[in-house]
């Protein structure tokens, strides 16, 4: 049984002059703990797929099976990451991480140990009770990922989440999070523009293309890849094969399906 399963998903944004076809016909099977990319064009529909996935659009046609149910029918324990941190200025980064359980009443001195916990191992344990404001912009992405961890989601949707950050700091927070969600075993959708950090990350990378937004190819990471981290991955040669295949694909639809 596939962890999360898009049956056949359309969707249209309906407006003054008409519509427009955002999404058609994706289909996706993936297993519980795997990584994924999302890789396309801009405007070729990956915001509105995630959206679709949360719950927060509802597609046209088609439908989203999280083990097994439909998505309404789940607590469906989605959590994000975006390439905004959301972190509230007025609260310590201890309790921008005590979000969650302390909106659901249920913080207690054991959730407090966990999110601690958590802060240490994403390399924050110095910073528990500073201000987002004394952060840099890749800790205050840590915070924001601690946060999310701390509700314990069953899927992670990460929307462009290092597209923010200069070049270094991307790359050591895609190691921090790579290694983070494998020990946790998350299943985590991840939209992004740049096919090394798809590569480097994922197990299978969706290629999409626009107008109207549809899964053009699939690409499985070679298993070699994957069992690197995802800086080291980049040295790899089959890392760069794969880099030039996918580079050219998109080149291609880019042409033939210009947004
Ligand atoms: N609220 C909206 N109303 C009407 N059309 C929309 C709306 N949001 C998105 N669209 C259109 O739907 C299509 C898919 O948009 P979407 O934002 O999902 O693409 P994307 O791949 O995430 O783009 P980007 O990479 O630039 O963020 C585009 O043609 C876009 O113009």
Redesign the pocket.
Known sequence: MSFLKLNHISHQ?F?DKGY?K?VDNISMAIEEGAFISVL?P????????LSIISGIIQPTHGEVLLRNQPLSNTASGIGYMLQQDYLFPWKTILDNVLTGPKIQSKETEQTKDKAIQILHEIGLANVVHSYPKSLSGGMRQRAALARTLMTDPNLLLLDEPFSALDYQTKLKLEDLVSSLLKEYNKTSIL?T?DIGEAIAMSDRIFLMKANP?EIAEIFEVPIEIRNLQPFQARKHLKYQLLFDRIWEELNELENKHPV
């Open positions: 944004y407006h427009t955002s396309g801009s405007g070729c529909g990956k915001t509105t797929l939209v523009h937004g």
